[in-house]
């Protein structure tokens, strides 16, 4: 879970930043990016075809046009949203778990009114907490109405939520993205993955927080004859201290041969 900086700074109090991942928390928990998966035509191809499109620009030369030419690139199709009835159910759960930590989940309601606030301030014309969680209407009404048959637990310590909003006030100016700037870190490898062969190609990449990344993306293709990928990301300084937990992920994936 990566929690902006921008939360932060537009929060009021730290309950408010809880609540936004006790929300995103809730999605995992009800399995909502798995029940949105099942929607979309063929998913896992649609994955292939992202890894396909990262792994041919970055190769480059024929391998590269190879496997970007085999994916069948198309972004678009891979962009899953999640429904307003999910929104809902992420709210109401989120709210109980906030209840469980000790804050009051007025809190996430207030979060929601800031964002909404923000995004008309901006000229959006349906303000929406990011176009990948509509908004289900009445969002305040229903989890006030849900905190008010909630035991909160003993209050939460958030004494060092004003040190870290004053922390992020004196760093200035957040860092643009800007285009990424992957570029080949080494030989291409070939190793197992899940009793497949797959390639290993290490990439460097320069960090929006400073310095350089290392980032290494393992492609292998599927039964269907689409390409399955994970990637590992990490500052440079902090890659061998990584390397036991990256390699037990990697041992983790199980694909099947069922075509």
Do not use: C
């Amino acid at each position: 879970m990566f929690v902006h900086r921008g939360m932060f700074d537009a929060a009021a109090a730290e309950g408010e930043v809880a609540g936004v991942m006790a929300h995103e928390l809730s999605h995992v928990l009800l399995r909502h990016g798995t029940a949105n998966a099942t929607k979309a035509e063929n998913p896992w191809l649609q994955l292939g075809q992202m890894a396909g499109a990262i792994g041919g620009a970055v190769v480059g030369g024929a391998a590269g046009s190879a496997i970007a030419e085999g994916s069948q690139f198309g972004l678009g199709t891979l962009m899953l949203r999640y429904s307003r009835d999910f929104e809902k159910q992420a709210d109401l759960l989120g709210a109980q778990i906030m209840a469980r930590a000790g804050y009051d989940p007025r809190a996430l309601a207030h979060m929601f009114e800031t964002i909404e606030a923000e995004m008309k301030g901006s000229g959006a014309s349906d303000p929406q907490w990011l176009s990948d969680h509509p908004n289900p209407g009445n969002r305040t009404e229903y989890i006030t109405r849900e905190a008010t048959q909630l035991t909160i637990a003993g209050a939460a310590d958030d004494s060092e939520f004003p040190t870290v909003k004053t922390t992020f006030a004196s760093l200035g100016p957040v860092k643009s993205m800007g285009e990424p700037e992957l570029q080949l870190a080494g030989q291409q490898q070939t190793v197992q993955l899940s009793n497949r062969v797959a390639i290993a190609t290490p990439l460097a990449n320069t960090s929006p927080l400073g310095g350089q990344e290392r980032i290494a993306l393992y492609t292998a293709f599927l039964a269907n004859g689409s390409l399955f990928y994970y990637l590992t990301v990490a500052p440079e300084g902090d890659v061998a201290a990584l390397q036991e937990t990256f390699r037990h992920v990697g041992g983790s994936i199980r694909l099947t041969d069922v075509r």
